[in-house]
């Protein structure tokens, strides 16, 4: 069963390191319609900023690409982000998503950034394919406003 | 975003304090001037102020526990100071309070070591001790 988003946004950039800010301020902004609470959009931000981050650090490392953001707003403020990248890919991602797993520790990356998106969305989904790239997909179902 | 960093040195304390952002393009800048500092002044205690961190993801970790690490080896520690609410739960998220102390109040470590004796110092004459330097982004 397909469900038509009541709203959608599609944004692409490249996968310079100034534009992690830029992907979250835009979520953000999309997302104002919603009047969602601080720390609920402070948790969507986080999410985000980390999986663009991977994209720019692992996907792309050392070379430049793109970057496609897409968010789409369903019924009972379900929000859906699709985050991809067609950059280098995961080997194994049971591994890559495992806390303190990094292949860049030299960047002192924590390697936290999985568990992270894990704890402040409701659902992460990681595809990926070597050569190829790789699709993240972040859900979250926002609480009502009283 | 920029960093200013407050030395003091009777105390042997360096205070970072944290304007802005951390993520991972960030965090490269403030990796940059907080270790330059470390060098040049030799602290026991660092303090990152994250009071005015504006947004922080798991970069920000990456940040403490690499400072973490270069204190350790000079036999030093690390202090987070006042981090915002949503700034603390990435924080705990990761268990940076079993790696370091999370503080709301700096003052017990930036006062004189053997200040016992020199109580009546009033709190001016401090800030004037602490040499100032600011660092903005180019």
Known sequence: MK?????EMKVSFPSYSENERFARVAVSGFLTQLDPQIDELADV???????????IVHGYRNT?????????????????????DKGCGIADVEQAMQPLF???????????????????????????????????ILEKTLKERV | MNVEIKNYPSARTLVAEICGDIDHHTAKYFRGEIDKAIRSHNPLTLILDYSQVTFMDSSGIGLVMGRYRIMSEMGGEVIVASPPAYIRKVLQLAGMHRLTKIVTDIAPYIQEKK??????????????????IETKTP
């Open chain 1, 3 to 7: 469900r038509k988003p009541l709203n």
């Open chain 1, 45 to 55: 931000k986080t999410a985000v900023s980390e999986g663009v981050t991977n994209a």
């Open chain 1, 64 to 84: 430049l690409g793109e970057i496609f953001m897409q968010i789409r707003i369903f019924e009972n403020r379900h929000v859906y982000i699709k985050i991809r």
């Open chain 1, 102 to 136: 990094t292949t860049a520790p030299e960047e002192e990356r924590a390697g936290l950034g999985f568990a992270v998106m894990e704890s402040f969305m409701d659902k992460v989904k990681v595809r990926s394919k070597l050569g190829e790239g790789t699709t993240l």
């Open chain 2, 115 to 132: 200040a016992a004796q020199e109580q009546n110092e009033s709190p001016d004459d401090k800030t004037k001790e602490s040499d100032k």
